[in-house]
């Protein structure tokens, strides 16, 4: 089955840095990934969705200078969360789909950011 | 969206019985619903999918059923065991649009 990768997996910044997460689809071309954001027992919020190539679309109320979307391959997409503050520490989560997939999601494993 | 809450449900069972957890869907334009399980720290993985032309879709020891007049989707797990713990979304999507995601249930299974 398609294969989402998420790295890393955990990571712990000072406030006022940047982190960058990465996605990657493993064994299928990514024309389209998510990015979510989760909050201890809450559900997925979606954030912003990226296509390969071009700008990302963000959600209402999801900063874009702030959370930094790149999708530079059709396996490769990052999210870089900048000048982080403590707010910001959460689970965030990637998904990615095929072209022609009207199929469901495949998702990646996460990664739980914590600012100190 | 609409589907997303802010608070999580809680359904107890004992292992060797049947669960149904249960979702209510917003847009009814939505043609295609997913079913994932999320556990501790991970993302969500596949369960099981259904299109609005069927009313219900079995896998292996899980059913969804789908109820379009009342927007209504329902999991149904035969033979629950503490592996199947975890929280569980129901998702819609319509078209090729973003997948919205439901409040989830969290599952807790006892021996």
């Known amino acids: 089955g398609a294969v989402v990768s998420q790295h890393p997996s955990r990571v712990i910044c000072k406030s006022g840095t940047s982190v960058k997460i990465e996605c990657r689809s493993l064994?299928?071309?990514?024309?389209?990934m998510f990015w979510y954001r989760q909050f201890p027992k809450q559900s997925l919020m979606l954030m912003a969705t990226?296509?390969?190539?071009?700008?990302?679309?963000?959600e209402q109320g999801v900063e874009k200078d702030k959370f930094l979307i790149n999708h530079a391959s059709l396996t490769l997409s990052t999210l870089t969360v900048t000048s982080a503050h403590p707010e910001d520490s959460s689970f965030y989560i990637c998904?990615?789909?095929?072209?022609?997939?009207?199929?469901?999601?495949?998702f990646g494993n996460g990664t739980r950011l914590t600012v100190t | 969206g609409e589907s997303v809450g802010l608070h999580l449900p809680t359904l107890s069972v004992q292992e060797g019985d049947n669960s149904i957890i249960n979702c209510a869907y917003s847009?009814?334009?939505?043609?295609?619903f997913i079913w994932y399980k999320q556990e501790s720290g991970k993302g969500p993985q596949f369960i099981i999918d259904?299109?609005?032309?069927?009313d219900k879709r079995q896998g292996q020891r899980v059913t969804v059923l789908l109820n379009k007049t009342v927007k209504h989707l329902s999991l149904q797990i035969a033979a629950t065991q503490p592996g199947d713990s975890a929280v569980y979304f129901c998702?819609?999507?319509?078209?090729?649009?973003?997948?919205?995601f439901g409040k989830g249930t969290m599952l807790l299974v006892s021996p």
């Open positions: 847009n009814s334009a939505s043609d295609y």
């Open positions: 259904i299109r609005s032309n069927m």
């Open positions: 998904s990615a789909r095929e072209a022609t997939d009207r199929g469901p999601l495949h």
């Open positions: 990226s296509n390969e190539g071009s700008k990302a679309t963000y």
């Open positions: 998702a819609e999507i319509s078209g090729y649009s973003t997948l919205t």
């Open positions: 064994d299928f071309q990514a024309t389209t």
